[in-house]
């Protein structure tokens, strides 16, 4: 099979779709591998690394669309990308379809496209390898946001949140006791901040009062709550999400006004559209604004921010549903993996209607 790595394109994005190990294995197995020129420099690996695996490196991206049968990318690809993509390509990136624009989902159906969403992979519905690896990135990075948001040159409080002999710890709200928010609460507790996450699931609550030893506050989440704990946060991170859904508002601007002048709002969710009535797409270039005195973080590619970690995490998880499709071929491969085929949102241009459903259109 001709396999594309194209260059990520969008602002910031500096991981890429493989690494020169799993290109080794593909040439190994009698692939064609075609890397766009730089594509892996971001994430520290150089063009002659791709090569001496068997890589062949073209200069530009549309060559690399003109010549590959499968394109494995991390983002979902811009119209620009969309319109060098042509009928029988098979993609494969973390989609984010609640994130993106409409015109750009009608492209990719007009162009009779295969897309297999790195985040909708699963075998049993509730598992996510893939999006795992990005969120246990994301969680564990959350103290470093926080910590920089909190500074007072950032429009923060002026909070260290490990406090110091004599004074008190920062207070963190997280939302959520998924892979995001349990990770979250592993980096910020190991930090010595005080520690309290919300969830709808007790059985989730358990875990982390069992996995913590008591040490993490857990609360259920509901709207009394969630009000009371934002009031006294000086970060809250949410952690909110289901894959092909869109996330809860769960935080309206009323409960904002009520919180620390100087607080920080971290929105893992915002890829699914944010648990937060004033959240809006960042950029890791432009990572946050203030509304309302609050600190808002809404990228929504943090752990592109590790590009390096990151590639590494998601190949990991990755590489078996990569290879299926390279030696199988995508219809192959879909029709013999339930979790494959969990992960196929759009095939030969159709819509799942799942999909299509929660897209409202």
């Given amino acids: 099979m001709d396999i594309g790595i194209p260059k990520e394109r969008l602002s910031g994005e500096a991981r890429v779709g493989l690494t020169p190990a799993g290109v080794g294995l593909l040439t190994k197995a009698g692939h064609h591998c075609y890397l766009e020129a730089g594509a892996g420099?971001?994430?520290?690996?150089?063009?002659?690394?791709?090569?001496?695996?068997?890589?062949?490196?073209?200069?530009?991206?549309?060559?690399?669309?003109?010549?590959?049968s499968l394109i494995l990318k991390v983002l979902h690809p811009t119209m620009e990308e969309i319109s060098w993509m042509s009928s029988g390509q098979t993609l494969m990136c973390f989609l984010?379809?609640?994130a993106m624009k409409k015109e750009e989902i009608a492209a990719l159906q007009a162009h009779k496209i295969t897309a297999i969403a790195y985040e909708m992979i699963s075998a049993d519905g509730r598992d996510f390898p893939i999006l795992k690896t990005m969120s246990e990135v994301a969680g564990r990075m959350s103290p470093f946001i926080a910590g920089t948001l909190l500074q007072r040159h950032r429009g923060g409080r002026g909070v260290l949140l490990s406090g110091v002999p004599g004074v008190s710890a920062g207070e963190v709200v997280i939302l959520g006791a998924g892979t995001v928010g349990t990770n979250a609460a592993r980096?910020?507790?190991?930090?010595?901040a005080k520690v309290f996450v919300l969830s709808r699931s007790l059985e989730r609550l358990r875990y982390i009062d069992n996995h913590f030893r008591g040490e993490v506050t857990t609360m259920i989440s509901h709207d009394f709550n969630i009000a009371y704990t934002t009031r006294f946060a000086d970060v809250v991170v949410c952690a909110v999400r289901?894959?092909?859904q869109p996330a809860p508002k769960l935080i309206t601007r009323d409960m904002l006004r009520t919180m620390r002048r100087g607080a920080a709002l971290i929105?893992?969710?915002i890829d699914h559209g944010g648990c937060a009535e004033t959240s809006r797409p960042t950029t890791l270039e432009e990572p946050t604004y203030i509304e309302e005195e609050i600190v808002h973080y809404c990228v929504p590619n943090v752990p592109g921010a590790v590009p390096r970690t990151s590639t590494h995490?998601?190949?990991n998880a990755a590489w078996s549903y990569i290879f299926q499709v390279a030696e199988m071929g995508t219809a192959s491969a879909i029709a013999q993996d339930d979790a494959l085929r969990r992960g196929v949102v759009i095939r030969s241009g159709k819509l799942r209607d799942d999909v299509s459903s929660a897209l409202s259109y």
């Fill in 187 to 192: 980096a910020f507790a190991n930090l010595g």
């Fill in 96 to 98: 984010g379809l609640m």
């Fill in 267 to 269: 929105d893992f969710s």
């Fill in 41 to 68: 420099e971001g994430a520290g690996f150089a063009d002659y690394d791709y090569e001496r695996m068997g890589a062949t490196i073209l200069e530009g991206s549309a060559d690399v669309y003109a010549r590959s």
């Fill in 242 to 244: 289901n894959p092909g």
């Fill in 313 to 315: 995490a998601f190949n």
